[in-house]
């Protein structure tokens, strides 16, 4: 099966990418209204849509374009998870005009899928540096 990479979604995605995010313990509790409001505040999206114009793999980044790229919600289907989709996703992130001279990628995860991530490189070593978290007014 081919797919091709959008740098946006499509209305009729809308449902599909609200499927992915139910599949998921951290963003199963989205509703679409934050959902369409977060994709309106997005730098850059990349969609992997199959040959029947299906959803099959979604990330986001917001990046200053100098220093930092952020890289939220890598999610792919399910059922075609293991054909390399993911791979496709960070391939494109990486070589991605917009990023090119970015000094940091980052992301997020938990400790069970880190040795996914750092097959593209990622690692927790930050140089000393502590992540830290304040919860906004609605949380997340």
Known sequence: MTVEL??????????ELMALYRGTYWGNQRT????RKMLAHTDLV??????RDHLVGFARVLTDTV?????FDVMVRPDRRGSG???TIFDSIDSHPQLAGVKH??????PDVIDMYRKWGYGTEL??????????????
Do not use: S
């Open 6 to 15: 959008r740098d946006h979604l499509d209305e009729k995605h809308i449902p």
């Open 32 to 35: 679409e209204d934050d959902v």
């Open 46 to 51: 990349f969609a992997l849509v199959d040959e």
């Open 67 to 71: 220093y930092k790229a952020l890289v």
């Open 85 to 87: 989709l993911a791979r």
């Open 105 to 110: 990628f980052e992301l997020y995860c938990r």
């Open 127 to 140: 140089g000393g540096q502590v992540f830290m978290r304040r919860e906004g007014r609605k949380g997340d």
